[in-house]
């Protein structure tokens, strides 16, 4: 198989803890005062360059996490290259019904969501 071409995606999210979601959104709103977009799909979110930055409210989570997003041709290709090279799957950290993209993650744990190419 040749290799599957992947580019960065559209949307960047932080995974941020509730005890510190507040004072994130403030920071990014009120301090830096990055272009906002709204509250969407319960997040806010911003402008950050060309992608756009999610700020989701995360009730289980302890520390801050990111999350990518990737974009390839033909996500069903890219999915047997990437199992070829033993990345598994991650569906399981959250349900995107109705989708073709899925979910991988890098060796480091970063999660990173494969979405068909706009």
């Not at 960065?8 to 507040?22: D, Q, R, T, V």
């Not at 989701?56 to 999350?67: A, T």
């Amino acid at each position: 198989m040749t290799r599957e071409e992947f580019t960065g995606g559209n949307n960047i999210a932080l995974k941020i803890p509730k005890y510190k979601y507040n004072e994130t959104v403030h920071f990014y709103k009120e301090v830096i005062k990055l272009p906002y977009l709204g509250f969407v799909s319960e997040s806010h979110a911003f402008q950050f360059g060309g992608v756009t930055l999610w700020l989701d409210c995360m009730d289980n989570y302890s520390q801050q996490d990111v999350w990518l997003e990737i974009e390839t041709d033909n996500v069903k290709t890219a999915a047997e290259y990437l199992k070829e090279n033993n990345i598994d799957r991650r569906d399981e950290v959250e349900v995107h019904e109705n989708s073709k993209g899925y979910w991988i993650s890098d060796p480091s744990g970063t999660i990173l969501r494969v979405n068909p190419r706009k």
